[in-house]
DNA sequence: TTAGCATCATTGACACGTCAACCGGTAGGT
DNA sequence: ACCTACCGGTTGACGTGTCAATGATGCTAA
């Protein structure tokens, strides 16, 4: 097995130009989906895919309340991020912070009324949508592939850690 | 073939458990690997995806340069985002505008020497990064699977369009 | 002729994300 | 006691994206 040969496929610095055509359609499409999800939820809710997020860590957490670094943790955001976030959902009425009893220097992030409402309010068409856009695309194989597909980059990127 | 029995996928209403946790980890995973590319690429060569994608499309127009709108055609944008986004790539010096002397109303942007040398030293590694995470990171059936999984969704995305 | 009307591009307001700096408080070592 | 280092959280600066409104200019029909 040689330069001339490439079946090793070790042996490449570049991608082919099949491959690179494929990058291409995998990678712009599946941020179109990313989008094209974030506007309907827009639309049927009045909330962004970040706030759902949020909105359904704090349903489910005991209390409907979360410390500021867990929330974070839950939902793999940098804090910086979340806190940013939160104050624009405070704004909106969604969330409340207050400081935490337990642990000092911790916020405790509070549902509202209104942001279980929202979130319940929500929740319905984004599922709805999940299905229409991307399950009601795909085959059965297809869907398993894609979980398979995405289980081998997440391995990868998670072994090239920090690069 | 009952409700009890749902064979038919036209018969549900939302995603099976299965189904969201698949759905989960692909548009977690396909986000992820898309932010990898760009600060790979950003700490690489000081460019955005959204500089490299102007600037590979005026780097193979016809002397290097290309009507606004026709730009935003061929990268697939909203001409108010390329607006934006090429005056921050003109404060840069990565791209100049003059008005079309063909067209009334329209401008043209021309790439420039520093634009090119940019360009030209972030193909390289750009290309290899996209090798390292996504073609070395799937098998070559995984790879075909994930270009027939973009072709789907987009028909799908294409179908409901304005939805 | 001129009153719309579409087209090309820009602008402003705002949401979102990252990075680096910062603040206040606790813990450890000397 | 004091210095330092870390930890949880916030903030500011800036790049990026969308939407709606605004010029600026040509086309068309009353």
Partial sequence: ??????????????????????????????????SRLESRLQSDSSLSTGDYAVLLALS???GQAMRSSELAAHIGWERSRLSHHLGRMERRGLIRRQECATVPRGAEVLLTTAGAEAFAGATFPHLR???????????PEQIVAAGEIAAALRTRLDVLRGQ
Avoid: K, N, S
């Fill in 129 to 139: 949508a999940i299905r229409e856009l991307f399950v009601d695309a795909l085959t």
């Fill in 60 to 62: 489910e957490a005991e």
């Fill in 1 to 34: 097995m040689t330069e001339a040969t490439p079946g090793r496929r070790g042996g490449r610095q570049l991608p082919t130009a099949d491959e690179l055509r494929i990058w291409r359609d995998f990678i712009e499409t599946t941020a179109a989906l990313g």
